[in-house]
């Protein structure tokens, strides 16, 4: 069994900012495993936000997000964030945390094999 928990999700005006926790448990092995970030908003697709190698040393991040956005882990923890700042109405979505089980998924949605339940972000005008 592999557990992830978001936290952090909210309410917030346009501008602000919110920081996303996920806490990985379970039969897996953090260290070692690429994580991400997706977003759902109503009557849209899934897509992927951001993407984390199993060190921490390779990212990606989805244009409509980069420089207000950042993806950061800490294995010690079993735990990966999203810093995100300068929320604007559009990034309204529940948020996802996925597990995969190579060291870096980035954009390949197949490779990811671990859901979290999500977290709503509304950010409003």
């Known amino acids: 069994q592999v557990q992830l928990v978001e936290s952090g999700g909210g309410v917030v005006q346009a501008g602000g900012s919110l920081r996303l926790s996920c806490v990985a448990s379970?039969?897996?092995?953090?260290?070692?495993?690429?994580m991400g970030w997706f977003r759902q908003a109503p009557g849209k697709e899934r897509e992927i936000v951001a993407a984390?190698?199993?060190?921490?040393?390779?990212?990606h991040h989805a244009d409509s997000v980069k420089g207000r956005f950042t993806i950061s882990r800490d294995n010690s923890k079993n735990t990966i964030y999203l810093q995100m700042i300068n929320l604007k109405p559009e990034d309204t979505a529940v948020y996802y945390c996925a597990h995969s089980g190579q060291r870096y998924a980035g954009t390949m949605t197949s490779l990811y094999d671990h859901w979290g339940q999500g977290t709503q972000v509304t950010v409003s005008s």
């Open positions: 984390i190698s199993w060190s921490g040393g390779a990212t």
């Open positions: 379970g039969r897996i092995s953090f260290d070692m495993s690429g």
